[in-house]
Nanobody
Framework: VQLQASGGGLVQAGGSLRLSCAAS????????VGWFRQAPEKEREFVSA????????YYANSVKGRFTISRDNAKNTVYLQMNSLKPEDTAVYYC??????????????????WGQGTQVTVSS
């Protein structure tokens, strides 16, 4: 599966953005999907994940209550709604997918497929 993330940009603190990740292929519904982010000079970190059917979601503590992951399998797209953004949310955001059914999948090495990343910058 090929992934393409979009929707990043520059926003003021307290603002919102919605990231999208479009996937190719007809079996997108068979993949667990996740969002990760990487700030300059930091390791890539887990943000959120959702199971294939959308029945279970996982969030990093730093974004819980502010970010919401969702997916539309008919459109082969996963979303990340980001509200109440903070300067520390500034990073390149990556979407990822993996066909494994083992949960939860919150580590980078647990995902086989990655999008190219989209920059999110939150100004104070």
């Amino acid at each position: 599966v090929q992934l393409q993330a979009s929707g990043g940009g520059l926003v003021q603190a307290g603002g919102s953005l919605r990231l999208s990740c479009a996937a190719s292929g007809r079996t997108f519904s068979s993949y667990t999907v996740g969002w990760f982010r990487q700030a300059p000079e930091k390791e890539r970190e887990f943000v959120s994940a959702m199971t294939r059917s959308g029945g279970f979601t996982y969030y990093a503590n730093s974004v819980k209550g502010r970010f919401t992951i969702s997916r539309d399998n008919a459109k082969n797209t996963v979303y990340l709604q980001m509200n109440s953004l903070k300067p520390e949310d500034t990073a390149v955001y990556y979407c990822a997918a993996d066909p494994s059914i083992i949960l939860p999948r919150i580590r980078t090495q647990e995902y086989d497929y990655w999008g190219q990343g989209t920059q999110v910058t939150v100004s104070s």
